[in-house]
């Protein structure tokens, strides 16, 4: 007899660099409704890495717009949990030894090419934000990756780091919402950043990471991350994780037809309050 299916575990993962809008909120209710029809958990988790971007503002407005939408969570960073810390910041160490898992492995290596992909590589590539296809420029000829180099056997910070794909694998998996989704490495997506110069995980890394030691079963998030998702099977892979099933939920967009951003504040979940709506009158919407 195989074994039950451990417990449905979601996750609300907003990053605090502006105020949420009715995209995230939407989001975020579907992914509280699988969880409750699934009789499992939702846990919250504050993807903070982008330092420069997250205000303190954002935070407390985070947790303020969450709640009063009507989310709740039975594990995060304001009410902790078995697997706290729930804010990415403080994850560190869980992050610095999956990079000496992968660097062990001989899967990242060394780069110190300049690129618009480096600078981007802390947050989650919304859609048009997707890191250009790597041209290999650093990337080591086969079979060097296994030789320690011993330069790179103590350092980490000082370089950025790329996970190498197998170049022609078509790497497949079928999402919950969107059904069957196929790319194939070194042609759809090409050798990602796994680590920043300034010591920082990308979010690639980051995401499954805590995905994997929070035990979370089901990422339900939205449709312009379904690009990510094939990168983090690979990581997942390399790093032995168990990977989650995935549910990319179809975006919102505005009246132009353009997705919902953080940088439109009309529709964030303050202005829609301060204007007089009320949560259920904007479920309504959905
Ligand atoms: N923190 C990311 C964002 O706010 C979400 C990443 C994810 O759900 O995997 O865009």
């Not at 609300?12 to 969880?35: C, D, K, N, V």
């Not at 790319?183 to 997506?189: H, K, N, P, Q, V």
């Not at 132009?256 to 009320?278: C, F, I, Q, V, Y």
Request: proline content about 7%; charged content about 25%; overall charge positive.
């Amino acid at each position: 007899m195989s074994a039950a299916p451990p417990p449905y575990r979601g996750r609300l993962a907003p990053s605090p660099t502006g105020y949420l809008h009715l995209g995230h909120a939407r989001t975020f209710w579907i992914a509280q409704e699988r969880a409750a029809a699934a009789g499992g958990a939702l846990i919250l988790r504050s993807e903070d890495l982008d330092q420069a971007r997250c205000r303190a503002e954002f935070r407390a407005a985070m947790l303020e717009d969450l709640r009063w939408f009507g989310l709740r969570w039975s594990e995060g960073p304001d009410v902790g949990g078995p697997h706290a810390p729930y804010t990415q910041s403080e994850r560190m160490a869980h992050y610095t030894a999956a990079f000496e898992e992968l660097r062990a492995r001989g899967v990242i290596y060394p780069c110190n090419c300049s690129r618009q992909d480096v600078l981007r590589a802390l947050g989650a590539p919304h859609a048009g934000e997707d890191e250009p296809l790597y041209p290999g420029t650093c990337r080591p000829r086969r079979g060097k990756l296994e030789i320690p180099n011993p330069k790179s056997e103590t350092q980490r910070a000082g370089v950025n780091w790329r996970f190498r794909v197998p170049d022609g694998e078509t790497i497949t998996f079928s999402d919950r919402a969107l059904g069957p989704h196929r790319e194939t490495a070194g042609r759809d997506f090409g050798d990602f950043l796994v680590w920043r110069k300034d010591d920082l995980p990308s979010y690639q890394l980051a995401c499954v990471v805590d995905d994997a030691a929070m035990g979370i079963t089901e990422v339900v998030r939205g449709a312009d991350l379904l690009t990510s998702t094939c990168r983090q099977l690979l990581l997942d892979r390399a790093l032995g994780l168990a990977a989650p099933a995935f549910f990319h939920c179809p975006l919102m967009t505005d009246v132009s037809g353009l997705r919902l951003a953080k940088r439109d504040h009309a529709t964030s979940l303050r202005a829609l309050r301060a204007g007089g709506a009320t949560p259920e009158k904007l479920r309504a919407q959905f």
